[in-house]
């Protein structure tokens, strides 16, 4: 048994006092053995009260940690708290003995109906985590808030030790076995945590004050109907409060006229990574994976990490042997022996990896942070925690679907033409529109048809707050994302949003929305007037056809609709590209582009539809561009532009495209306009082209080789973002160009030969060069080789 000095200490004649601090190994460890030496009658644990009818679900064989409590208020969900526990909290462990035994667990916290009413958004409820911008007096009259106190880093420091992790591993998580009294961390803890409460008071936490009064009165209750026969869970710093003797009447006064909301609490999951401190989680720490490991192995703890860091870096394709391990062992061992610690920490584990398996290298460290020290568990719950209808609805989507939520970022690729790709992009589009940002599309690799789609999924605890919030919206996911496009609908401000709504719908397959979409649609397109608003409707417009056309979806509506508003932009393009600044111009350069790729799209999903009679928007819109690269009045960057989106249609010869920019470049032209014509005509990956047609830079050559010096200063910048935008490679092509000298080839006048940066003849010497590596990548070389072989085969049979 355990020594009666110690037990002494930690019941003092009362209930017995279990201080922790939240997320420790070692901690719950002890508490367990503080536990089952005691064997109380009931066990009272740091938590929300309203919590209690979930503990019997932490013996569910689905509930798998770390998870949290949610607790969030009925009419604003978005008002929300965690209190997440992993398997190595003492929280976690005292619920589970306490299952285990029979005996009750309760919760003694301050009830989140008050708490809630103070927060103003999601929370992560701990003992460290208060808005720095809270009133100084609250927690009660009189109560003033001072310097914030971290009580490890203070007890660190007055040990001699400058960073509280490694103290904490020292005292409590190196525990030997031979220190058999299960008492004696307790008791330890409570001293130290004691004289910091008679020096620091509340330590800057006015709301302990009212917690704490809280949890005395539970005390009190609890030990009216069992006696002493008690044991309390609670944040070490909170022990010598609860061991404080104060009057009911004073306690119950602190919590009278406390602020109230109506809250529901369940059972969600949680990560490793949001209980880290990184996270910005008060009181998380800074290797849970790290902690987890040293909870679970059994024994020889050093050894085990190691072998699993060797495993991970052996799937990045480290060259890792068990020599590196047996190697890295022994350095911890010295380490730790060097440093006068009693056992290697993850300090020492990670020096010796980044020595031994990492040659000195943080970058394969850090990999080994993310993935194991950190960690990207996610947890589990059962399917009996209390959910609002969305959350199960959404359940039973991902089950159909299988798209499991995961905490490790992770890359989907989608075949739309699969009917299960199909539903898992819908259901992804879904939650997007409702808030819950699950997914991430990202661009498609290897393949830019609109019949794939690339997602970057990675669940986070918080979406559960996300998801509780959309449930205003309807009880299925289908019915929620209906709901709230319908009514972002008729509240969108600009044309633009109301077409990307009209895409977003078509994605995410909601046939019941899309009717009303469209009509306020039809009547924004008709009563807006201004261009700019027009032209970036357009693309979003004709995005939703091709879209609806790889997933089979009616979009007739928005044929018409797109046709239509096309040919306004048309007519009120020219008109609207006069008289505009330099940034009105740039604006206006990027709506020219946009409408270009519009129409072309435009075009290919018209043909054979009844709106196909309509004419050539082609052809239309090549003699808009016609117009804007004539139209003096119209800004050089859009004119710049014009020319050269006729010039890559064809519909503009080179050489036509050279008399231009010659008119444009000449002495009488303003060089900031000259300047902004280049920009336009070049710029956006117009570099190739300068490249490919040594006209047209010796053209710019010229021109730039005779701007004064007073002009140089003011069409630099505009040069220098244009050119900046050039991959590296063609920025150093056009030097070599320039500095060799383009000859007579940079003369408007010059004789083409052949087609621009191609010579008369072909060069065979040069094409002579790369026909091994193209016999290589075909497997010719291999075929004639595996042929010959198999000849001489023949021949020596036949001899």
């Known amino acids: ?45 740091e938590g929300p009260p309203e919590a209690d009818a979930l503990i ?11 998870v949290a409590l949610l607790g969030h208020a009925v009419d604003e969900p ?61 927690g009660g009259p009189g109560a003033v808030r001072g310097l914030r106190v971290d009580p490890l880093a203070v007890l660190a420091e007055a040990a001699g030790y400058d960073d509280p992790e490694r103290w904490w591993e020292d005292v409590v998580e190196h525990r030997g076995p031979g220190q058999s009294d299960p008492f004696a961390p307790f008791a330890a803890l409570e001293e130290a945590m004691t004289a910091l409460r008679e020096r620091h008071g509340a330590g800057g936490r006015p709301r302990d004050l009212v917690r704490e009064a809280h949890m005395r009165l539970q005390v009190r209750a609890a030990r009216r109907e069992f006696g002493d026969a008690v ?129 000195g290298s943080d970058v394969p460290l850090a990999l080994v942070h993310d993935r194991l020290v950190v960690g990207d568990v996610l947890g589990e719950v059962p399917e009996a925690a209390p959910a609002v209808p969305l959350q199960r609805d959404l359940a039973r989507e991902q089950r159909r679907l299988r798209l499991k939520p995961e905490a490790l970022e992770r890359a989907l690729e989608l075949d739309l033409r699969k009917e299960t790709d199909a539903g898992r992009g819908r259901l992804l589009h879904r939650l997007r529109l409702l808030g819950v940002g699950w997914g991430e599309p990202t661009g498609s690799r290897g393949s830019t048809g609109t019949f794939r789609e690339t997602w970057r999924l990675r669940w986070e605890p918080e979406l559960s707050v996300r998801v509780a919030e959309a449930g205003v919206w309807g009880t299925t996911v289908l019915a929620a994302a209906t709901a709230r496009a319908e009514a972002e609908a008729t509240t969108a401000g600009a044309l633009a949003e109301v077409t990307a709504l009209a895409e977003h719908c078509l994605l995410a397959g909601l046939p019941d929305a899309l009717p009303v979409v469209m ?60 008289a505009l600044d330099a940034d009105a111009a740039e604006e206006m350069r990027g709506h020219v582009d ?86 336009g005509f070049v710029g956006g990956g117009g570099g190739m082209l300068l490249v490919h047609d040594e006209r047209l830079l010796g053209l710019v050559d010229t021109w730039l080789t005779g701007v004064s010096a007073e002009a140089f200063t003011d069409v630099l910048p505009l040069l220098r973002r244009t050119f900046s935008a050039y991959e590296t490679g063609v920025r150093r092509t056009l030097g070599e160009l320039v500095r060799r000298g383009l000859g007579e080839a940079a003369g408007p006048t010059a004789p083409a030969a052949g087609p621009p940066g191609f010579a008369a003849e072909p060069d065979t010497g040069r094409a002579d060069a790369v026909l091994p590596v ?26």
């Not at 355990?2 to 508490?31: E, N, Y």
């Not at 019997?56 to 770390?66: E, G, I, K, S, T």
């Not at 890295?328 to 610690?341: E, F, H, Q």
């Not at 016999?775 to 001899?799: F, K, M, P």
């Open 774 to 799: 193209v016999r290589l990548l075909l497997g010719l070389d291999v075929e004639q080789e595996h042929t010959a072989t198999h000849d001489n085969s023949l021949a020596g049979v036949g001899a």
């Open 519 to 578: 009509r306020v649609l039809a009547d924004r397109a008709a009563l807006d007037s201004d261009v700019g608003h027009l032209a970036q409707a357009l693309p979003a417009l004709v995005r939703s056809l091709r879209y609806g056309d790889v997933r089979g979806t009616d979009t007739g509506a928005l044929a018409g609709v797109a046709a239509g508003l096309a040919e306004r932009v048309f007519v009120g393009l020219p008109p609207a590209c006069t």
């Open 56 to 66: 019997p679900l932490a013996a569910d064989p689905d509930m798998r940690p770390p």
């Open 1 to 45: 048994m355990s020594d009666d000095s110690t037990w002494g200490k930690v019941r003092a004649a009362g209930p017995l006092l279990l201080g922790v601090r939240h997320h420790g190994p070692g901690s719950a460890r002890a508490v367990r053995a503080a536990l089952e030496a005691d064997r109380p009658g009931v066990v009272l644990i």
């Open 231 to 359: 044991a309390v869970v609670c944040g070490a710093w909170h022990v010598p409060a609860l061991r404080e003797k104060t009057a009911v009447t004073a306690d119950r006064a602190l919590l009278k006229g406390l602020p109230k909301v109506k809250v529901d609490l369940t059972w969600v999951p949680w990560t490793h990574r949001r209980l880290a401190r990184s996270s910005g989680y008060g009181a998380g720490i800074d290797s849970p994976g790290w902690y987890g490991h040293l909870f679970r192995a059994p024994d020889r703890p050093v050894e085990r990490w190691l072998t699993k860091v060797a495993g991970l870096l052996r799937e990045e394709d480290r060259i890792v042997s068990s020599a590196h391990v047996i190697e890295a062992v022994r350095l911890t061992g010295t380490l730790a022996a060097v440093r006068g610690r009693p056992l290697p920490g993850l300090s020492e584990t990670t020096d010796a990896v980044r020595a031994v398996m990492c040659d």
């Open 594 to 679: 946009a409408v270009h790729g519009a129409v072309g799209l435009l075009a290919e999903t018209l043909t054979g539809t009844p709106d196909s009679g309509r004419g050539d928007l082609r052809g239309r819109w090549r003699s808009v561009l016609r117009a804007l690269a004539l139209r003096d009045t119209v800004p050089g960057v859009v004119r710049g532009r014009a020319v050269r989106l006729l010039l890559d249609d064809g519909e503009l010869e080179p050489e036509e495209a050279a008399r231009l920019m010659g008119l444009v470049l000449s002495p009488g032209t303003p060089p900031a306009d000259a300047a902004a014509w280049i920009e």
């Open 78 to 138: 978005g008002r929300s708290a965690f209190w997440p526990l992993a398997e190595f909290s003492p929280e976690w462990v005292a619920i589970r003995w306490a299952l285990e035994q029979g005996v009750p667990a309760r919760f003694i916290d301050l009830p989140a109906t008050h708490t809630l009413a103070w927060e103003t958004g999601p929370k992560t409820s701990s003992d460290d985590e208060e808005d720095e911008d809270e009133e100084d007096t609250e």
